[in-house]
């Protein structure tokens, strides 16, 4: 695919020159003659780097830039400067301009520009667009996107309900190579057991009663592409050793077929519970275990980034004003700070429900405390917010402290106390059962 350059510049000999030598260097060019022309190329356009000069009629280019930045912040913007006006150069510079280029045009320095200014835009993919945060640690997550995504190794993603292990796993695939081939999820905890095997591998026609047809199962179905397997820790231990081998054979054998089928899959599986745990209590295959973490990320909780709670809480109120057709609101430094202070059981998820309930119901254009859900506002620290989460602290354990933690402060009311941890009150009522809690 040919990188897209749009020029602007009123001089037109230069012009014909610099597009001549792009061309001739393999990129596709556009020019325009003035600031106003310019805006409307790179807006109908989409170019990957703009370069403009400074001084033209009736628009300049600052009026480039400043449009630029606004509306394309992450298209890198060069600025072409007469000899002399360099000044102007800095001061472009300082409003975010990539680079500057002077005239007359060195061609290799031209083509040195170009280059760093598409690497530079290749940076931030698209797909961490939807990952809000700039803690340490999703610094590191964005980072071990990237680098995860550029291998076909295996990946392991924990950590608590909620904490985005899901749009981590999308993150992933959209960075790959294999953005284009498809994202096929399977729930391990909500397939009943018996139709799992069918479920991953398919089945032919006539296999079992009520095989009615060929199934193509999400093995092939997620052929060129990722097999996110979410909620790993309930796969049924029977299963395993046939996920073992599919993952290592690259193969699948449908139920009730006798020759196994060559697959192209990149495996991805999130889980809560500490896989660890279960291996030494024989629930789950060490060998499965290991091949499935080839490399791991681990979501944190969102109490242990709350320096992300703010961004987060601004970004879902815009979301949700703009779903609701109203006015984006503003918020309090005192509703903010009580946010900032909670604990968050439900992590991000939970922090999402309660800005689109807010974002509904305040009937004002600024969120205050009062707007807020009782249990938050009071911002106390909750008992829970003591740093529970260690990385040697089983998780399952964990889930089920926050569930009971949640519970007692609702008065055991399984309705209030799921939209308290942000999940739905089956999810809620499904983990009780799973772990044996009762009143
Ligand atoms: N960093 C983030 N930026 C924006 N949205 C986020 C972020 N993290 C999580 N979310 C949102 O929070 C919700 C929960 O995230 P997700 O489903 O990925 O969590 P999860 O870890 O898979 O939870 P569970 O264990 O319950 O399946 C989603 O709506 C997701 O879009
Ligand atoms: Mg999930």
Redesign the pocket.
Known sequence: MKHKILIIEDEKRLLRILKLVLEDNGYQVKTARDGQQGIDVWTQWSPDVVMTDLQMKPVGGMAVLKFGRLNFPKIPLIILTAFGSIETAVTAMKTGAFDFLSKPVDHKQLLEIIEQALVTNKKEPKSLE????SSAQ?EQIKKDIILFASTSSSVLIN??????????ARAIHEASERQKGPFIKINCAAIPKELIESELFGHIKGAFTGAFKDRKGAFRQADKGVLFL?EIGDLPIELQAKLLHAVEEKTVMPVGANNPIPVSVKILS?T?LNLETMINESNFRADLYYRLNTVSLH?PALRNKSE?IGK?TL?FIKKFCQEFKKPVLNITDNAMQALESHSWPG???QL?NVMERTALTCTQDTITCDHLPENIKAAEPQPISQNIETNDLDMATQEQNLMIAALERCGWNQSNASKELG?TRSALRYRLQKYGIKK
């Open positions: 939807d990952l809000i945060g999703m950590g608590e309900s909620g904490t985005g292990k899901e749009i981590a979410d999130a809560n979501m992300d987060l970004f992590n991000v998820r999402k999940i």
